[in-house]
């Protein structure tokens, strides 16, 4: 029980920063994923500075953009490592190259499925996804080092 309380969440968040380093380590090895970081805030703070410079409220819209900022750092940043890790743990799968593999598939699809990506993605997207990919390859993998090698608990040995 003290492993659900503890161990685990602090797994998750340790992964969750590792997550942060490792997307911006993607956005310097990649120009798709730097322009997908760097270059749409960029893009946000001029359309927000515009509106402001017209008269327009850029209230609603910064609301909007911020949201959706926070609902794809979820999907690719929050909800792969954490549900990986229950799943893991109720399943008990110990093996870190699993752990990683279905981390990195939810980091790339969630954000896919939650943009409702409905056409065959451009090269650039393709590099963008396989960048996330390997974002939560590697965020499962700190979480498989740190926790999740004992995942399930003590494996139970029946006696006759």
Request: aromatic share 8%; proline share 5%.
């Amino acid at each position: 029980m003290l492993r659900w309380i503890l161990l685990m969440p602090f797994a998750c968040l340790v992964a969750m920063g590792a997550a942060l380093f490792f997307l911006a380590m993607a956005s310097v090895a990649s120009p798709a994923v730097a322009l997908l970081i760097g270059g749409g805030i960029e893009r946000l703070l001029d359309i927000l500075f515009g509106l402001a410079e017209s008269g327009i409220d850029p209230a609603p819209a910064a609301q909007a953009a911020f949201g959706l900022i926070g609902r794809l750092g979820l999907a690719i940043i929050v909800a792969p490592v954490v549900l990986v890790a229950i799943g893991s743990e109720l399943f008990r799968l110990r093996s870190g190259l699993l752990q990683a593999g279905f981390t990195g598939l939810l980091a790339a699809l969630l954000p896919l499925a939650m943009l409702r990506l409905s056409r065959t993605p451009s090269p650039a997207e393709l590099q963008i996804i396989s960048g996330l990919f390997l974002v939560g390859a590697a965020t499962g993998f700190v979480y498989w080092l740190i926790a999740g090698r004992g995942a399930g608990g003590e494996q139970r040995v029946s006696q006759a």
